[in-house]
């Protein structure tokens, strides 16, 4: 197949796990998208996205506010949020994993600049953040709980080690390096003070300085903040101290809490720290947070964060789905936090919930043509609300006054095709399916498929390794069924915790054909989800489907009061940039003038009820014609099990359909009785 995008250079991504002794996988050094699904989207972000967001950080003072700090003003600065620098190195790492394909001379000359004007900017001991260099000198590490110094170093520094790794450029990495010995004199081990920072992140960053340094002092420093947190050093603040995770030591703490993304970023920073030193209550602590995640506070998009006041991930079964907050740099910090779980473990339900989580409540927030973004990601909405725009509302802006998701948007589509394929130590694991080419030097596949449309996965074999390897592909939990052929033989392996393991002497040009079943799946909640108790969720392959306005005018979203029937309508191309619907038929009620009065009446009256029919989409598509209600839970009191499955022949299923047992392995969820 033709390939879309330029050929890259081999290479580490954001994670290199070259030095870890106890990594199970370690990223593919081949790897590239190109064509498909998630290829057009990295060739939009390459066009549209980046040079947008050039834009949009001069129109927005991002870039003016470093300007006023290398000419040592004090006055001036542009918004009100300490960590606007972050939204520029943010943008500068997207440019630069992008440029793995070739570089943009107009966005490569822009970085060139802003590398020379941070150069500048920074002060003669390595301090860097213009907000307390031209907002409120004097103050530099004092505001720790808010400040977000550490925060913006981290960002800087995973800017510095992207432009590092792709085109090998110093210049960035010693701003970098001399901010880190800033933060060490005044934070480090034998700094000034004993303080972390109220956001983490800078973890994560300095484990992989050390990663791609070699000095270790980076990861001794990112080990100590993360020694000293969970002992009460930032305070209660305004929301508690377990807001920022500031509450428990962290190798105690077994519960995921507080600020949806600083809690994600410091797992991130926890994982990453275990894989470099080995020391496994990291690991333990971190699996078992995950998993206090995914079974009590994950929405089905795979979107964390329930509430909006403090962006926290509240309580277990918090599940709200029209006050969902659902951050998009959550769903981003998820990604990046069960990536780091899957090469430390190799268990496969961390892959699925990175799939879940991509395809649903990360992508939801970044429009389709490319010029907007979504901070918040809910399940409902109730009607247009034209008034709502900004970082709270549902709809796309092009930018936000707190912008921390867009341009962590393009760096995760930057670089996600180092998310894709594995090393293990006898082969390769692929474990989410994106058209292109993956491997190492030895072992190279190439990738070619029309998922999540379709379940047909061909895997060609371009470079084989001598002697037997692995090809291990991921299950996902909810693919009941998979078959798979190699060179049109049915392969005899059978799955095993969620991985097809094909072990051959392989050949350049053999053919491995996996098919995941795809069709519509009726989905229930945890009944201590009190919000969408009653209700069902359509799913098919990895997309969560929603009902939209702009596809059922005539039929009040807020008024179906239970599913009778559901198919799949086949694909169309020409609709959201090609998608696959599904046809619901739905009762509705018709409550006519009854809201006039009072929503509440004896039980066994209800309204009117007539049998119509609507179209649901996925849930990633939503909201890119005109501005409308929404919804991805439909009432439906009835068992589905009866209602859907006995009439149409779809299945029924929860998620995690695969379950960790005590021991750490995954087993198959055993289907209720009844169940097909
Ligand atoms: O504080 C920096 C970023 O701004 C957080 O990660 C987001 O939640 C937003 O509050
Ligand atoms: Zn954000």
């Given at each position: 197949?033709?390939?879309?995008?330029?050929?890259?250079?081999?290479?580490?991504?954001?994670?290199?796990?070259?030095?870890?002794?106890?990594?199970?996988?370690?990223?593919?050094?081949?790897?590239r998208l190109d064509g498909g699904f998630w290829g057009g989207r990295a060739t939009q972000n390459s066009e549209v996205r980046i040079p947008d967001g050039a834009t949009r950080l001069r129109d927005a003072g991002n870039v003016t506010n470093l300007e006023l700090a290398a000419a040592r003003k004090t006055a001036g600065y542009r918004g009100d949020l300490p960590f606007l620098d972050s939204d520029v190195y943010k943008w500068i790492e997207a440019a630069a994993w992008d440029a793995r394909h070739g570089t943009d001379p107009a966005v490569e000359r822009i970085v060139v600049e802003l590398v020379a004007l941070l150069g500048r900017a920074q002060e003669p001991d390595g301090y860097l953040q213009s907000y307390f260099q031209v907002h409120r000198p004097g103050e530099r590490f004092v505001d720790l709980q808010w400040g977000h110094d550490l925060y913006c170093a981290g960002h800087l520094v995973q800017a510095a080690i992207a432009r590092a790794r792709v085109l090998g450029d110093r210049d960035l990495l010693e701003v970098a390096e001399r901010f880190v010995s800033a933060i060490a004199d005044e934070l480090g081990p034998d700094g000034r003070r004993v303080g972390i920072g109220g956001h983490p992140e800078v973890e994560m960053a300095l484990v992989e300085l050390y990663r791609h340094t070699g000095n270790v002092s980076h990861l001794e420093l990112a080990r100590v903040l993360i020694d000293r947190r969970g002992h009460g050093l930032l305070g209660a603040g305004r929301f508690g101290s377990a807001y920022w995770q500031d509450d428990v030591p962290v190798r105690e703490a077994i519960e995921a809490r507080g600020h949806a993304v600083r809690q994600l970023y410091l797992l991130c920073g926890v994982v990453d720290t275990y894989l470099e030193t080995g020391e496994e209550l990291l690991l333990d602590v971190a699996e078992r947070q995950w998993l206090d995640l995914v079974s009590r506070k994950t929405y089905l998009t795979g979107g964390q964060g329930a509430r909006h006041t403090d962006e926290s991930l509240g309580d277990g079964f918090e599940l709200p789905p029209d006050r969902a907050y659902c951050e998009t740099c959550a769903a981003i910090g998820s990604v990046m936090l069960s990536w780091r779980l899957l090469l430390a473990t190799g268990r496969a339900r961390y892959a699925d919930l990175i799939e879940r989580t991509l395809y649903n409540g990360f992508l939801s927030g970044a429009s389709l043509d490319g010029e907007g973004y979504r901070y918040v990601n809910p399940l409902q909405v109730r009607h247009a609300r034209a008034g709502v725009a900004g970082d709270q509302g549902p709809f796309f802006s092009p930018w936000f006054r707190c912008a921390c998701c867009p341009p962590n948007v393009m760096r995760l589509l930057a670089s996600l095709e180092h998310y894709v394929c594995a090393r293990r130590d006898d082969g390769l694991a692929l474990h989410q399916y994106m058209s292109g080419e993956f491997g190492d030097e030895s072992f190279q596949v190439r990738v070619d498929t029309a998922y999540p449309y379709s379940g047909e996965v061909i895997v060609d074999v371009t470079r084989a390794p001598a002697g037997e390897a692995a090809l291990a592909l991921r299950v996902p939990g909810w693919a009941q069924g998979t078959s798979a052929s190699i060179n049109g033989e049915p392969v005899t392996e059978r799955g095993e915790g969620g991985w097809l393991l094909l072990r051959r002497t392989w050949r350049v040009?053999?053919?491995?054909?996996?098919?995941?079943?795809?069709?519509?799946?009726?989905?229930?909640?945890?009944?201590?989800v009190d919000a969408v108790r009653g209700a069902l969720a359509l799913e098919r392959g990895p997309l969560v489907y929603c009902l939209e306005e702009a596809d059922n005018t005539g039929v009040s979203l807020d008024e179906i009061v239970s599913v009778a029937a559901t198919e799949d309508e086949g694909h169309d191309p020409a609709l959201l940039g090609g998608v696959t619907t599904i046809r619901v038929d739905v009762d509705v009620a018709d409550h006519g003038a009854d809201h006039d009065w009072w929503s509440y009446g004896a039980v066994g009256a209800h309204a009117p009820i007539g049998r119509r029919t609507v179209v649901a989409i996925p849930f990633y598509a939503w909201g890119n014609r005109t501005l409308g209600a929404m919804r991805v839970w439909i009432p439906s009191p009835a068992d589905p099990k009866q209602s859907i499955a006995a009439s149409r022949g779809g299945a029924t299923t929860t998620w995690p359909d695969r379950r960790p047992t005590a021991d750490g392995r995954d087993v198959p969820r055993e289907r209720p009785e009844g169940e097909e």
């Open positions: 197949m033709a390939s879309d995008r330029p050929g890259a250079l081999p290479g580490h991504g954001p994670v290199d796990l070259d030095r870890s002794s106890v990594a199970a996988l370690r990223p593919a050094t081949v790897a040009d053999d053919r491995v054909r996996l098919e995941l079943p795809m069709h519509v799946r009726t989905t229930r909640a945890d009944d201590r």
